[in-house]
């Protein structure tokens, strides 16, 4: 019985990520496209017009290639890396923070870092950055106004170590033993906003691939911790 409520679970996230996908691809091109369009508009654009639009445009094309992998996903199978190379994680997680800010300010909390100079390591940019986005995005809907989210890093020996702690709604101890799995939500996330489901349990695939770990660990009405742990140097899967 276990075994068909996954199967049926799992063919439900395809039929997800397919009708998503194709329904996401559309709009976005369009706004890509008007956003080029404004930006050759050199004389008339102040800097800081310029700055919003390349911003539009960088998180336009990084939805466009996640709905491309969600696509991928539900025609041939997902693959968590595809692209690894030697990158700084530091400019990532701020990058990640600042795409949350205006979201974190609107909701009155309040997203600080607290991060090193440097801290270089192997891994596939796109897929590392689609997981931080969903962790962080995750702790910022889910904490109340007046609450707080802390996004750090640090090496422990050769592992990255990067920790997001929010004082968000919380996970009850019977759903936190099933936030990875296919489609879940707790009761507490389904009453506070909207969603699918979808993202932890990709994001820990995407992890296990680099050789990490990504544990959570929740108290329910005091917040919640993710803790991503990450070898510097990956070892391709055989």
Avoid: C, W
Avoid at 207 to 216: E, K, M, P, R, W
């Amino acid at each position: 019985h276990d075994i068909t409520a996954v199967t049926e679970a799992e063919r439900e996230l395809e039929r997800i990520a397919a009708v998503a996908s194709h329904e996401l691809r559309h709009p976005l091109t369009v706004i890509i496209g008007h956003a080029d369009l404004a930006l050759e508009e050199e004389d008339e654009l102040t800097p800081k017009i310029r700055e919003h639009l390349e911003t539009i445009l960088s998180a336009s094309e990084r939805m466009l290639g996640i709905a491309s992998t969600m696509l991928q996903r539900s025609r041939s199978g997902f693959t968590p890396t595809q692209d690894r190379r030697s990158f700084d994680l530091v400019p990532m997680l701020a990058a990640v923070s600042e795409a949350f800010a205006a979201s974190a300010r609107e909701q009155r909390v309040t997203l600080e870092t607290d991060l090193p100079a440097h801290l270089r390591m192997d891994g596939d940019v796109f897929r590392l950055r689609q997981v931080l986005d969903n962790i962080v995005s995750n702790a910022v809907k889910y904490t109340p106004a007046g609450g707080s989210v802390r996004v750090s890093a640090s090496l422990d020996g050769d592992t990255a170590v990067i920790v997001v702690t929010d004082t968000g709604i919380g996970i009850a101890s019977e759903d936190l033993e099933h936030v990875f799995d296919p489609l879940f939500r707790s009761t507490r996330a389904q009453e506070q906003a909207p969603g699918t489901g979808l993202g932890l349990g990709i994001a820990r695939e995407i992890v296990t691939a680099h050789g990490g770990t990504l544990t959570v660990t929740s108290e329910l009405g005091h917040g919640t911790t993710v803790t991503l742990r990450l070898p510097r140097s990956v070892t391709p899967e055989s």
